[in-house]
T-cell receptor
């Protein structure tokens, strides 16, 4: 059981470049979300999805896009990377909106230079 | 506004002793859930314990217990019989019905031999 898989684990980008962080889960979870974690701060919600075809903004959505074409996948796109997007990104999933057990991916370390 | 506050940036505890990590929250919702996660140096987020706002009993999971004081809006984590492997960042988080999670800034726990 792979759980939540994020790729890549590490990435360095130049300012203005775009990239996609991949997230996949094999637990048939409806609810998936992306967070960023900055030094000295807790996780902050970027975007979330309650099911295939449905996405919504979280606390810090600017500069990011998401889509949910399948239940399994929830990619996060950085449209034009900025140094302020240097962070650790976590993908998470749970069975549904009311689920209490949340599964996190291992994190993706992104540096924008 | 929903907010989680962890006022202890760092804590030290002697091996085999108990330690309490503080967490206070702010919400106007009646139905919510409170979580604690452990993040070791490897980065992954590990679920520890959950307390629902309507649960009358304090949650316990092995060596972890949650001291839930609803009137004070506090949800402190108690770790009994600390082990060296407990050294990590600990995050308190709150989920409100059909919303995602709000995280505190975390407490770094160091267990001394």
């Amino acid at each position: 059981n792979a759980g939540v898989t994020q790729t890549p684990k590490f990435q360095v980008l130049k300012t203005g470049q775009s990239m996609t962080l991949q997230c996949a889960q094999d637990m048939n979870h409806e609810y998936m979300s992306w967070y960023r974690q900055d030094p000295g701060m807790g996780l902050r919600l970027i975007h979330y999805s309650v099911g295939a075809g449905i996405t919504d903004q979280g606390e810090v959505p600017n500069g990011y896009n998401v889509s949910r074409s399948t239940t399994e996948d929830f990619p996060l796109r950085l449209l034009s990377a900025a140094p302020s997007q240097t962070s650790v990104y976590f993908c998470a999933s749970r069975l549904d909106s009311s689920g209490n057990t949340i599964y996190f991916g291992e994190g993706s370390w992104l540096t924008v230079v | 506004a929903q907010k989680i506050t962890q006022t202890q940036p760092g804590m030290f505890v002697q091996e085999k002793e108990a330690v309490t990590l503080d967490c206070t929250y702010d919400t106007s919702d009646q139905s919510y859930g409170l979580f604690w996660y452990k993040q070791p140096s490897s980065g992954e987020m590990i679920f520890l314990i959950y307390q629902g706002s309507y649960d009358e009993q304090n949650a316990t999971e092995g060596r972890y217990s949650l001291n839930f004081q609803k009137a004070r809006k506090s949800a402190n984590l108690v770790i009994s019989a600390s082990q060296l492997g407990d050294s990590a960042m600990y995050f308190c988080a709150m989920r409100v019905w059909n919303n995602d999670m709000r995280f505190g800034a975390g407490t770094r726990l160091t267990v001394k031999p």
